[in-house]
């Protein structure tokens, strides 16, 4: 079946930097464009960023434009966010999901990865 | 950048009630236009995408309409599984923007 499994949340303190991953199996990951996602506390959902299946082309929110960077490996089925100058806002779970064959709609989601940036 | 404005922000209905959400795009997006299911502490789940087309698995309960700026979600009879918060969001170009959420709660 298809998973979505992130890591590399972590507390960092403003100013640090982190990188999570996002390891997928159970589709042909070389073939989708990806995006990653973040819901901060009692919040809603915020676009972050996009990648194609090629990584030709990435594009990001305005809010992480300049600090975010989205890569991936298709040989290692793994998708990746940096993330640096990090700021108190950018506390959030972050979720990767693949884009569906058809659309940009996220088809299959990850569990999600705990990001708090506190001093 | 397209805004997207869900309406209302949270509802109240019973078990059996028809249910419709209503998401507002400030400038036209055709039908790429998707809805997702998020159940409190859970991952969000695509139910909907093209404005209309049944993710594999979403029961026939569940529907989507619209074109151009206006879309609704449509509960045609709530079950209890059903009471989550409700998000759609538009592709038609980058960014992707969500609505704000739809809470269903119990009545």
């Known amino acids: 079946q298809v998973q979505l499994v992130e890591s590399g949340g972590d507390l960092v303190k403003p100013g640090g930097s982190l990188r999570l991953s996002c390891i997928v199996s159970g589709f042909a990951f070389s073939d989708h464009s990806m995006t990653w996602v973040r819901q901060a506390p009692g919040k809603g959902l915020e676009w972050l960023s996009y990648?194609?299946?090629?990584?030709?082309?990435?594009d990001y929110a305005d809010s992480v434009k300049g600090r975010f960077i989205v890569s991936r490996d298709n040989a290692k089925k793994s998708l990746y966010l940096e993330m640096n100058s990090l700021k108190p806002e950018d506390t959030a779970v972050y979720y990767c999901a693949n884009l569906g064959s058809g659309g940009w709609y996220l088809q299959h989601w990850g569990q999600g990865t705990q990001v708090t940036v506190s001093s | 950048d397209i805004q997207m404005t869900q309406s209302p922000s949270s509802l109240s209905a019973s078990v059996g009630d028809r249910v419709t959400i209503t998401c507002r795009a400030s400038?036209?997006?055709?039908?790429?236009l998707a809805w997702y299911q998020q159940k409190a502490g859970k991952v969000p789940k695509l139910l909907i995408y093209?404005?209309?087309i049944l993710q594999s698995g979403v029961p026939s309960r569940f529907s989507g309409s619209g074109s151009g700026t206006d879309f609704t979600l449509t509960i045609s009879s709530l079950q209890p599984e059903d009471f989550a918060t409700y998000y759609c969001q538009k592709y038609n170009n980058a960014p992707l923007t969500f609505g704000g959420g739809t809470k269903v709660e119990m009545k």
């Open positions: 990648i194609s299946s090629s990584s030709v082309y990435t």
């Open positions: 400038q036209g997006i055709s039908n790429y």
């Open positions: 093209s404005t209309s």
